[in-house]
């Protein structure tokens, strides 16, 4: 229950969540298919497409999934001893390390750009209020400089001029 309002309350949310699943799954099915040419080598490669896929579309918390996701699944099917959660060796800690901070990078890096864009998309917001608000004066300026243009050229008969 608490879900579902939480769902409703954020719309895209299932939209970001449902990316970080869905490229993940795709990753994995990519990385079935390159199994016979890489073997037990590159065994978190398709999964940073998943990553920069997810961190592009959606927020840190899809990010996150994605990231988490794609090392569970690397390592019960592409590491020695697969079909296990075992991170056995030196060499395999060190590349499992550098996939989630590399990970993480693309998805820090990602969601520094989405905060930028949207604080110049909510920047150009304002401007797009104040030029209008300054057309609306110019306007107003013009109407009234009007208005006393033909108030003085009606006072002039008047006034002997």
Known sequence: ????????????????????????LLALLSRFALDPLLGDHLPYVTFFVAVAITTW????????????????????????????????????????????LVSLAFAGFGQA?????????AAMEVLRYEVNERKQGARALRASDERLQMAILAAMPALGT
């Open 1 to 24: 229950m608490i879900l579902f309002r939480w769902a409703r309350s954020n719309p895209n949310i299932l939209k970001e969540y449902g990316v970080a699943l869905s490229a993940t």
């Open 113 to 121: 750009q989405r905060r930028a864009r949207h604080k110049a998309e």
């Open 57 to 100: 579309y959606g927020g840190w918390g899809a990010s996150l999934t994605a990231i988490a996701l794609g090392g569970l699944l690397s390592s019960w099917f592409f590491m020695p001893p697969r079909y296990s959660l075992a991170v056995i060796g030196m060499q395999q800690q060190v590349g499992y390390v550098t996939y989630f």
